[in-house]
């Protein structure tokens, strides 16, 4: 794992092996919360956790449905 420190308004990029970059801003920093701003090519899906988690299960429960 990479941990790095940034400021607001400082960005993270990350170049994907097809050249693609997602970059990731530092919106705000407010007491222990944190915003962040992201852009991607909007091919690229980007998702909280418990969202992907979430879509992870309901695709597991479709597979088994037509199965």
Do not use: W, Y
């Not at 170049?15 to 852009?39: N, S, Y």
């Amino acid at each position: 794992m990479l941990v790095l420190t940034r400021r607001t308004n400082e960005r993270v990029i990350i170049t994907l092996p097809d050249g693609a970059t997602i970059q990731i801003l530092l919106c705000e920093v407010r007491g222990d919360k944190v915003r962040i701003g992201f852009e991607a090519p909007r091919q690229i899906k980007i998702n909280r956790l418990e969202v992907q988690e979430s879509i992870d299960r309901d695709g597991e429960r479709v597979a088994h449905v037509r199965s």
